[in-house]
């Protein structure tokens, strides 16, 4: 059953229509598995761009009943890095994609690589040339001039015996390429005798000095695809004149399948920065605490921040893919996350930056139990036990001393719903020799308990608050752009301009409800009328922290 091909699938994006085509078509096709891969270069950490074509690649295979491999595209010696290689897998796995045990490295195929190079010079396709880098880009030509090399039109055995010995590490770099003989004239510059192979005496990570000649990505892409047998090789748009020569590679070299490269549209979210380079500088410079900083675009930033698989996945889905460049807001993401946990989280109550109630009608020594729901949206995740006493803890700008039009909360004379507890009456308040207010009073109603009132009389203002004689002290993290630039990357911006200093306020002294603490506590909170939370890596049970994924209110306007 596992082996069958699916042949009826869904219509969705153009994509899948393609594929769908050359289903029907048969041909290259033919009784074929859809079977795509993720390539990424492991030089850095994922972020949500690359979520996007993970889900494309791996949704697509998903959708056909496919495969899909997951490749590491080291054929660059340079900046590869072990531990891009584990960050890398363990964010697809954690985004719920499996690559069983089609697990590559395409340095696995320097040797056929260059294997098919040598078919190609025996074929007369490629020859060996040794224009410097600044004269090729000289004699380039334009569009009504074509390219020129002198070495073009050099024998088959000559090109042979050099490209061997460029290979055997005779020539430094920068002396000669292997350039694919295509067309010098052609309107499309990537078809000018592109340079597939150069040389570059440099280390590779996985295949040491073995090697100091490497392919160019046009040449390697697509016999890394046809070696894995790929169907499918989906890719971002700027590969789209790229195809050409996708194309004339398969069809020049003895290809064991013929690939199709199909291209979509990158993805862009407004107020960060999302190239790999970038997001180096940001975490090598020091302006964030690491790769997986919660203000980062990357996977495990998003991760740390709170963001879960599902909400990432369907904001993915819902962007869709298609053939034009757009930048999508920050907030649409972040919309697609209070999708998830306001149906999944579980409330608590928190109080940031506390200040005391006292309800002086209220018998000293007393304690007294509610059963609240964890979540009102979810029945069936049952109840929690939270406490009440004389005093409380409620957030300090949940008092004013003078009523100001449309505000509830607190201030002398006006009723206010402690949340699932009881009705208070404001009384007054304590300050300090400073003129800060350090403690609130208030009178409760008794007849109120859970928070309704008997007499049906409307009381507007609800507030959330921890019993002070019943609480945990936690760190919050706060966060805000990272950019105070919707665009900072765009034109000639330098990013590091419009950092915004802002972007992380640490809360030291809040106060939260005990259920946090207990063992296998959830991950994920809703802190009731603060936004959702959730537990940070290095939150422990002698200090709490907790990280603000995304607030309350929904600042996504559907357009
Ligand atoms: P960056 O510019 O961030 O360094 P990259 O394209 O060099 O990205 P790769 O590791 O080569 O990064 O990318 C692996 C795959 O992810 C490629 O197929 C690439 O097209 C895709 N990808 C990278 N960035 C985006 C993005 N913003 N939106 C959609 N797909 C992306
Ligand atoms: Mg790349």
New binding site residues.
């Given amino acids: 059953m596992a082996d069958e091909v699916k042949n009826e699938v869904p219509a969705g994006n153009f994509i899948q229509d393609f594929i769908t085509e050359d289903i029907a078509e048969g041909g290259a096709y033919e009784g074929k598995k859809v079977h795509t891969r993720?390539?990424?270069?492991p030089n850095?950490y994922l972020?949500i761009?690359?979520a996007?074509?993970i889900c494309v690649d791996f949704g697509t295979a998903e959708r056909f009943g496919g495969l899909c491999n997951l490749r590491m595209?080291d054929t660059n010696p340079t900046k590869e890095d072990v531990e891009y290689v584990d960050a890398i897998k363990e964010d697809i796995k954690w985004l719920g994609f499996d690559w069983d045990d089609r697990f590559f490295f395409a340095s696995e195929y320097f040797e056929q690589m260059y294997e098919y190079a040598v078919e190609l010079i025996k074929k007369g396709l490629a020859y060996v040339c040794e224009l410097t880098p600044d004269e090729m880009r000289a004699n380039r030509g334009d569009l009504s001039t074509p390219a020129k090399s002198p070495y073009r039109d050099r024998p088959v055995e000559e090109s042979l015996d050099l490209f061997e010995r460029m290979k055997n590490g005779e020539f430094e770099d920068g002396k000669m390429t292997l350039r694919a003989k295509i067309d010098l004239s052609s309107g499309n510059f990537n078809m000018r005798d592109p340079v597939i192979y150069r040389i570059n005496h440099l280390a590779h990570h996985r295949t040491g000095t073995k090697w100091c000649i490497y392919p160019m990505y046009d040449f390697a892409h697509p016999i890394e695809d046809a070696i894995e047998g790929i169907t499918h090789s989906l890719?971002?748009l700027e590969f789209e004149d790229h195809r050409p020569l996708y194309d004339w590679v398969i069809d020049n070299i003895t290809a064991p399948c013929k690939p199709r490269q199909i291209e979509f549209a990158?993805?862009?979210i407004n107020n960060t920065v999302?190239?790999?380079?970038k997001l180096r500088q940001l975490v090598e410079d020091g302006y964030v605490a690491g790769w997986d900083d919660p203000r980062m675009p990357t996977l495990c930033g998003l991760r740390r921040r709170g963001y879960t698989p599902a909400s990432i996945r369907n904001f993915c889905e819902r962007i869709g893919v298609s053939k034009t460049n757009s930048v999508v807001e920050y907030s649409f993401l972040e919309h697609c996350l209070r999708d998830d946990l306001n149906e999944n989280a579980c409330r608590v109550m928190c109080v940031l930056d506390p200040v005391k109630l006292v309800i002086t009608n209220y018998p000293e020594g007393k304690s007294e139990t509610f059963e609240v729901e964890n979540n009102p949206q979810k029945p069936e995740d049952g109840t929690r036990t939270i406490t009440f006493s004389r005093e409380c803890f409620i957030e300090a700008d949940d008092f004013i001393e003078e009523k100001v039009k449309g505000y509830n909360r607190f201030y002398p004379g006006n009723e206010v719903r402690l949340k699932s507890a009881y009705i208070v009456k404001c009384t007054g308040c304590k300050k300090d020799e400073n003129g800060k207010v350090i403690e609130v009073y208030a009178e409760y109603d008794p007849l109120t308990r859970g928070g309704d009132t008997p007499d049906g009389r409307k009381v507007r203002g609800t507030v959330h608050w921890v019993d002070a004689e019943n609480y945990l002290e936690a760190e919050v993290r706060l966060y805000d752009n990272l950019f105070t630039d919707p665009e900072p990357d765009t034109g000639d911006k330098n990013f590091l301009d419009y950092i915004n200093p802002d972007s992380l306020k640490i809360m030291t002294d809040c106060k939260i409800e005990k259920s946090v603490g207990e063992k296998d506590a959830p991950v994920y909170y809703q802190f009731m009328r603060l936004g959702y939370f959730c537990r940070d890596k290095e939150s422990t049970p002698e200090k709490l922290i907790f990280n603000r994924s995304v607030s309350l209110k929904d600042g996504y306007k559907k357009k």
């Fill in positions: 993720f390539p990424p270069e850095g972020h761009g690359h996007k074509a595209d890719c971002t990158r993805l862009g999302m190239s790999k380079r």
